[in-house]
């Protein structure tokens, strides 16, 4: 497979040999099939997790469990962690199950103290996820999900950002990209901002 079909995508993952070799669709060549592909499973992970009222959801297990539901029918390596560093994230890919441990326990104490603006605490939790950059490709599209999650579970205002944001207008990714830029800085305005907007 060429891959042509995985560039040029803004703030994408570039997939290496080793991930192109997951793919368990060999025929497809466009992005468009991949794609579609990624959206039908999509659609079924987000049904799975529809039914998960109640347990546990700040866990690797969880989490691994929900990239696994999201996209287990198109990756063989759906629901484990990078084995490489990547540009996007600061965390050597050894770092990243204790930095998900760390992340989760500081989730687990923002969730029961209570004392956290709503809007903060979504931010910084997707902020917090999407940096880790777990899985080799879907961090985007998982932090997302599992932020409105979250937000559900925690009783907290859902972002309107949808599963993905492919079908958004350009502009408005540049400012999701952007905004989570400046919360690299520790700068949350922005994502505050952006997360709490119609789309
Ligand atoms: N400079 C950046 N700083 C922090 N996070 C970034 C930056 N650029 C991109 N990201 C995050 O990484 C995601 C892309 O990573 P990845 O390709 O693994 O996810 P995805 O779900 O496949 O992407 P998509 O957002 O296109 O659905 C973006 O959606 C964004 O959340
Ligand atoms: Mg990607």
Known sequence: MSNHVFQDRNGNTPLDPEQIKGLKFSHF????DLDEAEDINI????AWLERQRDGDFLTLQFLNKLHK??????????????????????????DVGPGLINFFEDAKLWVANKKMD??????????RLVS???????????SRIMTEYMQKRCGLKITSWMASLKNSPKERRERYIKALKEADRADYRALIQFMREKS
């Open 69 to 94: 539901k999201l996209f287990g029918d198109v990756w063989s390596w759906a629901g484990s962690f990078r084995k490489i560093n990547v540009n996007l994230s600061k965390v050597e890919w050894f």
């Open 43 to 46: 659609q079924e992970g987000l």
């Open 132 to 142: 880790i950059h777990p899985y080799p490709n879907g961090n985007g599209r998982t």
């Open 118 to 127: 709503g809007d903060e605490m979504s931010a910084e939790f997707h902020h």
């Open 29 to 32: 060549t466009t992005m468009a």
